[in-house]
DNA sequence: CTAATGACCATTA
DNA sequence: ATAATGGCCATTA
């Protein structure tokens, strides 16, 4: 574990249930503002599983990627009682502030 | 050391 | 609205 997908880890457990945050904001709550494309590759190595990876999402409010596959990743976030629509979310409405 | 690889982002056309 | 573009950065080979 390096030290920076610790902090990701720990900005990524920060997130309520029901809300989801972005990767940009990840990278900018870590301290490292332009390291989204990082945070991604941290995710997708890993496979944190004691995380709510699923709650984190591209800036656009689209899905993103997930190592398990996006089906699941939109699944889990419905159970939450995120709002898809059209494959997209409402981040002024879901999206969290870390 | 260099080069390649992504669960990305913002801008531009 | 969509598509392409250039940049960005931690990790790994």
Redesign the pocket.
Same mark, same amino acid.
């Given at each position: 574990m390096? *030290? %920076?997908?610790e902090k990701v880890c720990a900005a990524i457990g920060k997130i309520p249930r029901g809300k989801v945050a972005? $990767?940009? &904001?990840i990278?900018r709550a870590i301290g /490292?503002? =332009?390291?989204?494309? &990082?945070? #991604? @590759?941290?995710? @997708? +190595? @890993?496979? %944190?599983k004691s995380v709510p990876?699923?709650r984190?999402?591209? *800036?656009?409010g =689209?899905l993103? #990627? $997930?190592? =398990?596959g996006t089906a699941v +990743?939109a699944k889990r976030l419905r159970g939450e009682g995120v709002l898809i629509r059209n494959g /997209?979310i409402n981040l002024n409405k879901f999206g969290f502030k870390v």
């Open positions: 390096t *030290s %920076f997908e972005t $990767y940009a &904001a990278a /490292r503002p =332009r390291a989204a494309r &990082a945070v #991604g @590759n941290a995710l @997708n +190595k @890993n496979l %944190f990876c699923h984190v999402v591209l *800036s656009t =689209r993103g #990627g $997930y190592a =398990r +990743k /997209r």
